[in-house]
């Protein structure tokens, strides 16, 4: 029940009915000729102590048995100059004694909403909420709005310039807010096929291909927790990975299945087999705490054996320079980076990115750009980004993300996993584009588990 909160207090009403009736709680006065008469004068002994305005006050007997009677007082009050008037009303209860009716509040006139006036409250209140949610949704169309008429403008003027990575991408959100928006979808086609595709892998041995922009994302295998580190060939036809102690490559379908090699330093406890492509496409290596293993083809393999005297570590990494010539590993005795030439099958300290990382202590492994000019280096809250010989080094703020990133076919983006989510970090800017995953709305593009990693990004055929 509304009381007088708004209107006149409830505290008031009983102090100022307790001056004005008396102890007993008795108005009106002596004579009055109906109990509608005492209620009337009651009400303005009443409200002469009020500073409420008031109006439309009106009296009706509801019941009278000529001993015994109630009256309905209804009246409009306001409590400020602003609020509308609000309408109002109250029971007071009038006895005959000896003939003449007084008025005894014995609910102290306690003023409550009528049913007309809640009725229109209700329907201000439903008025107003739809006039909000009006609002809201104009609001909410406007912001769409303008965001596609960003990302288009993005798009196209990137479609323009050849920039097709920035041109997938905007124009995939342009898809996604409004699929036929003039006639986007050809381009958005073109560019994201120029840009390529990315594959990922779960621990739990699924593997995934998606277009580079985070469309498409496909299955291409289930594999169990002994499958990992997968590794794409550079034309993205062919898929490498380490099961249990073997390396096996399939087609990147899942299909043709072949165990390359199979050897005794690998285990599924120790995760220590994994193997890469080199850029060529023609040669695998692949990792052990042994040394390293050079795969030609199926069943023709060999031990890069200068690496016996070395220490590779637990999970041992390397990385292909961008001419295939050699390999580098960490050595995790000395933390030196040494390498191994492919053509004399020697090893050696490898130098030639300058003072700057004489060592691999805090690093895990290097990257070459697909030009060979820059190397992406990984540290713990960042990637090292910096030409070849060391020099302009710049570090790309990223927050903390998986075991390795793969740069574009142009050079100009890395790949990387951060937990749930598959991010594309632009190689100059540091700018970083969540593509699919967690951190992207639409459910076209989440992924039902938290933890993705081994990005490899790939020309599309």
């Known amino acids: 029940m509304f009381r007088l909160s708004q209107a006149l207090a409830a505290a008031s009403i009983v102090a100022i009915l307790a001056v004005v009736c008396g102890p007993l709680g008795v108005c009106?006065?002596?004579?009055?000729?109906?109990?509608?008469?005492?209620?009337?004068?009651?009400?303005?002994?009443?409200?002469?102590?009020?500073?409420?305005?008031?109006?439309?006050?009106?009296?009706?007997?509801?019941?009278?048995?000529?001993?015994?009677?109630?009256?309905?007082?209804?009246?409009?009050f306001k409590q400020t100059a602003q609020a509308d008037w609000v309408e109002m009303q109250a029971d007071v209860e009038c006895r005959n004694v000896g003939g003449k009716w007084q008025a005894s509040p014995y609910y102290y006139m306690n003023f409550a909403l009528t049913q007309a006036e809640q009725e229109r409250i209700k329907a201000r209140q439903g008025a107003t909420a739809t006039a909000q949610a009006l609002q809201q949704m104009?609001?909410?169309?406007?912001?769409?709005?303008?965001?596609?008429?960003?990302?288009?403008?993005?798009?196209?003027?990137?479609?323009?310039?050849?920039?097709?990575?920035?041109?997938?991408?905007?124009?995939?959100?342009?898809?996604?807010?409004?699929?036929?928006?003039?006639?986007?979808?050809?381009?958005?086609?073109e560019a994201r096929e120029k840009v390529g595709k990315i594959g990922f892998a779960h621990p739990d041995g699924a593997f995934y291909v998606m277009y580079a922009d985070g469309s498409n994302i496909i299955k291409v295998f289930q594999g169990d927790e002994t499958t990992q580190y997968p590794s794409w060939s550079p034309d993205g036809s062919k898929i490498v990975y380490a099961d249990g102690n073997s390396i096996v490559v399939m087609d990147a379908d899942g299909a043709n299945r072949q165990v390359l090699m199979t050897v005794d330093y690998a285990s599924p406890i120790c995760r220590c087999l994994i193997p890469h492509w080199s850029p060529d496409g023609t040669k695998i290596v692949?990792?052990?705490?042994?040394?390293?293993?050079?795969?030609?083809?199926?069943?023709?393999?060999?031990?890069?054996?200068?690496?016996?005297?070395?220490?590779?570590?637990?999970?041992?990494?390397?990385?292909?320079?961008?001419?295939?010539?050699?390999i580098l590993f960490c050595e995790r005795y000395s933390y030196h980076w040494i390498m191994y030439d492919i053509e004399s099958q020697n090893c050696s300290q490898f130098t030639e990115l300058?003072?700057?990382?004489?060592?691999?202590?805090?690093?895990?492994?290097?990257?070459?750009?697909?030009?060979?000019?820059?190397?992406?280096?990984?540290?713990?809250?960042?990637?090292?980004?910096?030409?070849?010989?060391?020099?302009?080094?710049?570090?790309?703020?990223?927050?903390?993300?998986?075991?390795?990133?793969?740069?574009?076919?142009?050079?100009?983006?890395?790949?990387?996993?951060?937990?749930?989510?598959?991010v594309v970090v632009d190689s100059s800017s540091g700018e970083a584009f969540p593509i699919a995953g967690k951190e992207i709305s639409g459910a076209q593009y989440q992924f039902s588990s938290d933890y993705y990693d081994y990005p490899s990004w790939f020309p599309s055929k």
């Open 286 to 326: 692949a990792g052990t705490p042994g040394g390293l293993y050079i795969i030609a083809h199926t069943n023709n393999y060999a031990k890069a054996t200068c690496t016996d005297r070395y220490q590779l570590g637990g999970s041992p990494t390397s990385s292909w320079l961008p001419d295939s010539r050699g």
């Open 138 to 189: 104009a609001t909410a169309t406007a912001e769409s709005e303008q965001k596609l008429s960003s990302y288009y403008r993005a798009g196209i003027a990137a479609y323009e310039k050849g920039e097709w990575w920035e041109a997938a991408y905007n124009l995939r959100k342009v898809v996604e807010l409004r699929p036929t928006y003039r006639d986007v979808g050809a381009r958005w086609a």
């Open 354 to 422: 300058g003072d700057r990382l004489n060592d691999c202590y805090t690093t895990r492994f290097i990257t070459w750009s697909p030009d060979g000019k820059r190397v992406a280096i990984p540290a713990s809250s960042y990637i090292l980004v910096m030409n070849a010989d060391g020099s302009n080094p710049t570090r790309l703020a990223v927050s903390e993300f998986g075991s390795s990133l793969s740069w574009s076919p142009d050079g100009k983006k890395i790949v990387l996993a951060r937990g749930g989510t598959i």
């Open 28 to 76: 009106g006065s002596l004579g009055v000729s109906g109990p509608d008469t005492a209620a009337r004068t009651a009400f303005e002994q009443w409200a002469q102590q009020q500073s409420t305005p008031y109006k439309d006050v009106s009296y009706q007997t509801i019941s009278n048995d000529g001993t015994f009677a109630i009256v309905r007082i209804t009246a409009r």
